[in-house]
């Protein structure tokens, strides 16, 4: 016999392999220190709420090509993201979308753009 609440929510198996997602931690100082050592061109932004790099392209339009996809994978993955285009300089400010503090999500988004 099924329960009204199991037909809701597509039986037992699926109360169960439902989590709830984890909370996003903000990293201890000495943590995101020893991380950065692991992510050359990154440093951490004055107040260590954010990563900042800076990447510089032969031609404006590489400059263009890679700040787009880099906002629509931020977008998509929920990640807090300031993008500074000048000529053919990119500048990437990376943070929490509460801006507090650092992650290991960012530190991992950080570590696929290079």
Known sequence: ???RRQRRT???DARILRRPSRPRRKLKPERVQEELK???GWRLMEGG???VRKLR???LREAAKFASRVAERAT???HGIGLRAAGNQVTLTLQRPNRNGIDMPLLDFARQLG
């Open 38 to 40: 692991t992510l050359p």
């Open 1 to 3: 016999m099924t329960t």
């Open 49 to 51: 709420d954010a990563l």
């Open 10 to 12: 597509g039986g037992a």
């Open 57 to 59: 392209f032969s031609h």
């Open 76 to 78: 998509m993955e929920s």
